[in-house]
């Protein structure tokens, strides 16, 4: 799972050394277009080339690394172009998931949206971005799992990998994106646990689409247009 919290690889297995490097890829400690061999990740982390090689095949399929034959492999790029095809695709099908969210008679599940925004409040009071962006992934995954739409969550989930690397950018680099996230979310988690599908789905959109268009300026300054 995404962010999972891995102190030590304990067996060389190709899942956990993607869930591994595939953090260090959002958090920004693997920088953009920072070249990757195999050998180094092996060092790294302690294991054989073997299961490092299947590691990066699976990132390279969720596009957080690319490959070029014969010059290597390399830490996909982030642009404004790439940030804005993102993004666009994420409106339409992160709105139509919080309106099946929200048509979902799992009460029980529902509430966990307060818990999770008394969080989102915690972190936003003590300016801890990370701690933010991880609560948050958090009531993505539990609005997809809400959803039940396997093929939806199957579309976002290739998606939402790459789009969480400009989504922790954003909250580390602009406290005004968490603070327009939060008071959004708030509005959008109630929707949800209130069954109002067609709110939810359009404040989604309108989450996106404004945290879209006030990150396109910083995304362009810090990693070019692409």
Known sequence: MILAR??????????N??????EEIIFGRLKSLERLTE???????????????????LLERDGLVMREARRGIWVSPMSQRDFDEVYMCRIE??????KQAAESADI?????????LSELKEAQSRNDARQFFIVDVRGSFLTYSLAGNRTLTRLL??????????????YEQDPKIIQLSLDDTARIYDAITAGDGENAKAMTENLIREIWQSMRAGI????GEG
């Not at 099908?93 to 919080?98: D, I, M, N, S, T």
């Open 93 to 98: 099908l992160e709105g139509l998931v919080a």
């Open 6 to 15: 891995i102190q030590k690889l304990s067996a060389a297995i190709p899942e």
């Open 220 to 223: 362009r300054d810090a990693f």
């Open 39 to 57: 050998e180094m990740v092996a060092e790294r982390y302690g294991v054989s080339r073997s299961p490092v090689r299947e590691a990066l095949r």
């Open 108 to 116: 029980a599940k529902k509430a966990e949206f307060k818990i999770l």
């Open 17 to 22: 050394l993607a869930e591994m490097l595939e």
């Open 157 to 170: 989930g290739g998606l939402e990998k790459q789009a969480l690397r400009y989504r922790y950018h954003a």
